[in-house]
């Protein structure tokens, strides 16, 4: 397994859709986990932390399945400002760096 | 917003020559990054350092070389660019407490001819 994979995309959606996107990792030992989001030609910016089950801010939910060594995101009410680029963040084995996803590439059109 | 500078933005210039991209953060975190990310691909890590005069390279090879004198600032350098150094290069830096929080900087675009 990948040390973090990610379906790429891209996910067309209309406003107001509900997405979700899931991210498997390998380090079974990894307590921290992050999404990311990437605008076009931009520097990534943390979206969500994730240090237990799981996390909701506003229209976005991550959730944490350590089990089957997966994290998901959930985008409900879709915006056109949501279109972005979403980076699943995990650390590495030896706990030392970040490793980051290619990423799911996201568009909400009207 | 993070407070985490990079110069310059964006770099246009010749095969051979030396180049240092500039990295600088006010706010005292003692880790920082330097990764490399061509256009639609994922962010690979080429350096980082943990804090005054610990460097150490990452997990893509790069010919590039980096120091940290200063906590504020972890310069890269290119002794000799090459039309392969063409890259996006993000500088990042990491909040102390264990969080693995990164803020990045806006990054530098090199385009060598």
């Known amino acids: 397994r990948k040390e973090v994979e990610q379906d790429p995309g891209p996910f067309n959606v209309p406003e107001g859709a509900t997405v979700a996107f899931n991210c498997t990792y390998s380090?079974?030992?990894?307590?921290?986990f992050f999404w990311y989001r990437q605008d076009c030609r931009k520097e990534p910016k943390l979206l969500m932390s994730?240090?237990?089950s799981g996390n909701e801010d506003g229209r976005f939910t991550a959730q944490l399945n350590r089990a089957s060594q997966y994290i998901s995101l959930l985008i409900r009410d879709s915006k056109l400002s949501d279109s972005a680029t979403y980076l699943c963040?995990?650390?590495?084995?030896?706990?030392?760096?970040?490793?980051f996803g290619k990423g799911t590439t996201l568009s909400v059109s009207s | 917003e993070a407070d985490i500078y990079q110069t310059p933005r964006y770099l246009v210039i010749g095969t051979g020559k030396k180049i240092t991209l500039e990295c600088s953060q006010t706010?005292?975190?003692?880790?920082m990054y330097w990764y490399q990310q061509d256009p639609g691909m994922e962010l690979h890590l080429i350096h980082y350092?943990?804090?005054?005069?610990?460097?150490e390279k990452g997990d893509l090879s790069s010919e590039s070389t980096v120091s940290r004198i200063r906590t504020e600032h972890f310069p890269l350098t290119l002794e000799s660019a090459r039309p392969s150094h063409t890259s996006q290069y993000l500088c990042?830096?990491?909040?102390?407490?264990?969080?693995?929080?990164?803020?990045f900087g806006p990054g530098t675009r090199l385009t060598v001819l």
């Open positions: 994730v240090y237990s």
């Open positions: 350092s943990y804090g005054v005069n610990s460097t």
């Open positions: 963040v995990v650390p590495n084995q030896a706990g030392t760096a970040l490793i």
């Open positions: 380090n079974s030992a990894s307590q921290s």
């Open positions: 706010m005292g975190h003692d880790k």
């Open positions: 990042a830096s990491e909040t102390a407490g264990g969080t693995d929080t990164q803020y």
